[in-house]
């Protein structure tokens, strides 16, 4: 967080809303902020109006004074498709949202993305908070997404396995910044996904398979089945009581 930005002004609002066509150049100008040096790109802005056209109720941003700093896409996905392997080309239509589906039993969390001037706000948590209202009030049965491991690269050799460095972070005995902030909004995790985003190079192209379910929504336990993929999960990566079968955010 930089030591002087708008929000050291107390006068200064911030107003959270879904997002408009309107917000798509200031979005782009935002995702490119947030991946500088990371070896991968902002979206396009054809890739953002795809989101938001797609399916605008799920997708918002964070404004102060006129500014984007902060977005959140999400889409809607039938569980078969969401909760068994895949990569985030695929799952996100190339960053356009295309795999939408109206009849969607769960939100996909295809990108949080928050100003890094900006960060140590609590910014993405409310952006966080706004995927579970929507979760909630569409009657879903919750969240999924592929999350990053942005440390894993430099980290890989001290634990030996991305398992092991997942295990560490569950248990509490490490802090990922991602993972550890993921886990605490009541996220699990239910998977390891190899090659999800190979251009991730700080996450080694991993991404962790992470389930947010939605506390009105029953769970429906005919579905359930273990996860096959990604080599062997620790065994304390579970769902509660039930196991499921097994995506960038």
Same mark, same amino acid.
């Given at each position: 967080m930089s030591s002087k930005n708008s929000l050291s002004n107390p006068k200064n609002q911030i107003t959270i809303r879904n997002? @408009?066509?309107?917000?798509? =150049?200031?979005?782009?100008?935002?995702?490119?902020?947030?991946?500088?040096? @990371?070896? &991968?790109?902002g979206y396009s802005e054809g890739a953002v109006t795809g989101q938001i056209n797609h *399916?605008? $109720?799920? $997708?918002?941003?964070?404004?102060?004074?006129?500014?984007?700093?902060?977005?959140? =896409?999400?889409f809607r996905?039938? %569980?078969n498709l969401a909760l068994k392997e895949h990569n985030w080309t695929e799952i @996100?239509?190339?960053?356009?949202?295309?795999?939408?589906?109206?009849?969607?039993?769960?939100?996909?969390g295809m990108e949080v993305a928050v100003d890094p001037d900006y960060r140590g706000y609590r910014l993405g948590q409310? /952006?966080?908070? %706004?995927?579970?209202k929507l979760c909630e009030s569409l009657g879903l049965k919750g969240i999924v997404f592929g999350g990053r491991?942005? @440390? /894993?690269?430099?980290? /890989?050799?001290? *634990?030996?396995?991305?398992? %092991?460095?997942?295990?560490?972070?569950? $248990?509490?005995?490490?802090?990922?910044?991602?993972?550890? *902030?993921?886990?605490n909004?009541? *996220?699990?995790?239910?998977?390891?996904?190899?090659?999800?985003?190979? =251009?991730?190079?700080?996450s080694k192209g991993y991404a962790i398979h992470l &389930?947010?379910?939605?506390?009105?929504?029953?769970?429906?336990?005919?579905? =359930?089945?273990?996860?096959?993929?990604?080599?062997?999960v620790p065994d304390s990566i579970r769902i509660g009581s039930v196991q499921y079968m097994q995506r960038r955010g």
């Open positions: 997002a @408009t066509l309107g917000d798509v =150049a200031g979005i782009c100008d935002l995702s490119n902020r947030v991946y500088a040096n @990371t070896g &991968m790109y *399916f605008p $109720q799920g $997708q918002f941003v964070i404004i102060i004074n006129d500014t984007v700093v902060g977005y959140c =896409a999400t996905i039938d %569980e @996100t239509g190339n960053g356009y949202a295309s795999r939408h589906d109206p009849d969607g039993d769960w939100l996909y409310r /952006l966080y908070n %706004e995927r579970k491991l942005p @440390t /894993l690269a430099n980290r /890989l050799k001290r *634990f030996g396995s991305v398992e %092991e460095y997942v295990e560490q972070v569950i $248990q509490k005995k490490l802090r990922d910044p991602v993972l550890t *902030f993921q886990i909004n009541g *996220f699990e995790v239910i998977g390891i996904i190899p090659h999800y985003l190979d =251009a991730d190079v700080q &389930m947010w379910r939605n506390p009105k929504v029953p769970v429906d336990e005919p579905n =359930a089945g273990k996860k096959k993929y990604g080599g062997r």
